[in-house]
Structures are given as C-alpha cells and as structure tokens.
C-alpha cells in the first residue's frame, strides 16, 4: 500500500477521534449515537466533495472515519474511568477537579504527538537527530515552553489524582525523542532541557505555592507570542474572521496547531483558577494577554494578527465551566 495512502487512512481516523470522545461524554455514556453521528458526519463531508474540484468521495473514508469516532467513545471511556474511578472517590475527585484537568492533559498528549503517524525508514529520524544534537539547548521560545509545560502538566497530574505524578512526567520526556519518528515534526534540543527543568522544578517545588506557576504560564504565553521583538511601521491588518488562519492552512498542520493552543490557553484558565480566582476573571485575563498578543502581531513581520486566540480562549472557558457543572450535577446525585 502507498505509504501516503495508508498516512491519509490513519489521519482519516484520527481526525474523528475528538468527535466520538466528546459525543461519548456529552450524550450521558452512549455508545452507539456517536458512531451514528460520526457516520452521518462523514458521508455529507465525502457527498459536499462531489461539488469541489479537485476532491474525490471515497467508501474508504467513511469507513475510517467511524473507525475514529468508536475509538474516540473508547478514549471517553477511558477518560470517565479515570476521572472518577469509584463511587467512593467522587467527593474527592470532584475537589480536586479531576475531569477538566484530565481533559486538558489529554490536548497536552495530543499536540505532542500530532499527527499520530510513524515515519517510515530511518533515514528520516537520522536527519532529525543531526539537527537535534547541533541545536541551540538554551533557545528562548522552546527552553521556555517546556519549562512551563513540563511544570503545568505535573500540576494537571496531581489535579487528576494521577499516583506518582513526578514518575509519570518524567517518563513523558520520552514524547520528545519520539517526535524524530513522527510526521512532520522536528524537535530540538532546547525542547528536552525545558522539559527536564520543568520537572525537576516540579519535584523540588511541590506545594510551595500556585500564583507563581499562573504568572509564569501567562509570561510563556506572552513570550511565545511575540518573539522574536521585530517591529516593522507597516502594519499587517487586522482579520475578524474567527478561526480564518485555522481555515486557510493546510488542515493537518492547523489541526496541530488549534490542539497546541486549546492546551496553552485552557491551561492558563485552568491555572489561574488555582489561584484562586473566579473562572469568569481567569477566561478574562487570558482573553486581555491574547487580544494584546494579537494587536503587537499587527507590527510584527510573518505574524496574522487576527480575533482568533481571544475567542478561542473564551470557549476553552465555556467548556471548563460546563464540565464543572456537570461535576457538581453528579455528585448531587
């Protein structure tokens, strides 16, 4: 079988694995009306490809796609599981906010290992190595990501009642190595030293405070979204379209892209909760830090400032909120 093929097959199931994982956990634990909605799903996207040049309809499809959806109620069973293991532990789930962090974990696991599909041969991940050892290890933007990332993630884990959460994030480090044998993506050295820093800050700072993880959260954010600080007078323009830049990429790479910042931006949310703080100020907070992002992009070359990022997080709010309720609706009863 071509290797394209069999890549476009397993993104095909990939794809519709976020549908049957959330219909799965918003349709009270049905089984079968997520794979009947995924289904019909995909055969009005392959019929609506009969109307556009270039695009051809495929049985094949279909059948991949509600592939994906069953496996994605699989992963909502898993998910339900794990957030509430007993009936005995669900006050104490519930309070630790076991589901919304559990949630934000697995977008975590997503964007790391997007698009989910192996390099095939070795001459590949060879290439990939050379540059990985010949990087810069202290680099700005990624040193400072896997800081942040490894140290929010350790965070989610105690959240989820995950035991051992220091064991469990540091064998996460292996997702870094093993991005050289995924499609598409290219780590490099300064990904792994921020990752390995953010664990050991977790391990040694455990308990000693929230506010501080918040603010450095929010600061990566920031620092990610600006650098590097090239400001040209011409200005880009401003896009309201929303999701316009998701829309105008090549779907595999925006796909990576939207899971990277549903974790950043939902995190933060999540973070500044911890601080306390009322979601409502959280969600307002990092919609304020990403509409300031996007005005500084207007000036910056190569960036599309646009009312994405904002309303995205705004969103990402919403669906914490709903889980929460949802939460408090089980435990009542």
Same mark, same amino acid.
């Given at each position: 079988? =071509?290797? !394209?093929?069999?890549?476009?097959?397993?993104? =095909?199931?990939?794809?519709?694995?976020?549908?049957?994982? &959330?219909?799965?956990?918003?349709?009270?634990?049905?089984?079968?009306?997520?794979?009947?909605?995924?289904?019909?799903?995909?055969?009005?996207?392959?019929?609506?490809?009969?109307? @556009?040049?270039?695009?051809?309809?495929?049985?094949?499809?279909?059948?991949? =796609?509600? &592939?994906?959806?069953?496996?994605?109620?699989?992963?909502?069973?898993? !998910?339900?599981? %794990?957030?509430?293991?007993?009936?005995?532990?669900?006050? &104490?789930?519930?309070?630790?906010?076991?589901?919304? #962090?559990?949630?934000?974990?697995?977008?975590?696991?997503?964007?790391?290992?997007?698009?989910?599909?192996?390099?095939?041969?070795?001459?590949?991940?060879?290439?990939?190595?050379?540059?990985?050892?010949?990087? #810069?290890?202290?680099?700005?933007?990624?040193?400072?990501?896997? @800081?942040?990332?490894?140290?929010? &993630?350790?965070?989610?884990?105690?959240?989820?009642?995950?035991?051992?959460?220091?064991?469990?994030?540091?064998?996460?480090? *292996?997702?870094?190595? #093993?991005?050289?044998? +995924?499609?598409?993506?290219?780590?490099?050295?300064?990904?792994? @030293?921020? /990752?390995?820093?953010?664990?050991? +800050?977790?391990? !040694?700072?455990?308990?000693?405070?929230?506010?501080?993880?918040?603010?450095?959260?929010?600061?990566?954010?920031?620092?990610?979204? @600006?650098?590097?600080?090239?400001?040209?007078?011409?200005?880009?323009?401003?896009?309201?379209?929303?999701?316009?830049?998701?829309?105008?990429?090549?779907?595999?790479?925006?796909?990576?892209?939207?899971?990277?910042?549903?974790?950043?931006?939902?995190?933060?949310?999540?973070?500044?909760?911890?601080?306390?703080?009322? *979601?409502?100020?959280?969600?307002?907070?990092?919609?304020?830090?990403?509409?300031? +992002?996007?005005?500084?992009?207007?000036?910056?070359?190569?960036?599309? /400032?646009?009312?994405?990022?904002?309303?995205?997080?705004?969103?990402?709010?919403?669906? %914490?909120?709903?889980?929460?309720?949802?939460?408090?609706?089980?435990?009542?009863?």
């Amino acid at each position: 079988m =071509n290797r !394209f093929l069999l890549r476009d097959e397993v993104v =095909n199931v990939g794809l519709y694995v976020p549908l049957g994982m &959330a219909a799965y956990l918003a349709l009270r634990r049905n089984f079968w009306l997520p794979a009947l909605i995924g289904f019909v799903l995909s055969v009005c996207m392959e019929m609506a490809q009969l109307f @556009v040049p270039g695009r051809d309809t495929s049985a094949v499809d279909v059948v991949t =796609n509600v &592939a994906g959806t069953i496996a994605g109620v699989g992963f909502g069973v898993i !998910f339900d599981r %794990l957030a509430i293991r007993s009936r005995s532990k669900l006050r &104490a789930a519930t309070s630790a906010d076991s589901r919304p #962090a559990l949630l934000l974990l697995f977008l975590w696991a997503g964007f790391l290992l997007f698009p989910f599909f192996p390099v095939l041969g070795f001459y590949v991940p060879r290439q990939r190595v050379s540059v990985f050892l010949h990087s #810069a290890p202290f680099a700005l933007v990624p040193l400072i990501s896997g @800081v942040v990332t490894w140290l929010a &993630a350790g965070r989610l884990m105690e959240a989820a009642r995950i035991r051992a959460p220091h064991r469990l994030l540091a064998w996460s480090l *292996l997702a870094i190595p #093993a991005q050289f044998f +995924i499609v598409d993506r290219r780590p490099v050295s300064a990904d792994l @030293v921020g /990752a390995a820093a953010g664990l050991c +800050i977790f391990v !040694f700072a455990r308990g000693k405070g929230r506010t501080w993880i918040a603010v450095a959260f929010l600061a990566a954010i920031l620092v990610r979204g @600006v650098a590097p600080l090239h400001f040209v007078s011409q200005s880009s323009g401003f896009s309201w379209v929303p999701f316009g830049g998701f829309l105008g990429t090549e779907w595999q790479s925006g796909l990576g892209v939207f899971l990277e910042k549903s974790f950043y931006y939902g995190t933060a949310i999540w973070l500044l909760q911890k601080c306390p703080m009322r *979601l409502v100020n959280a969600a307002a907070i990092v919609a304020g830090v990403l509409t300031a +992002i996007e005005i500084a992009q207007i000036h910056l070359p190569g960036r599309t /400032a646009e009312i994405t990022d904002p309303l995205l997080a705004i969103l990402l709010a919403v669906m %914490l909120s709903a889980m929460a309720r949802k939460k408090r609706s089980g435990v009542a009863g």
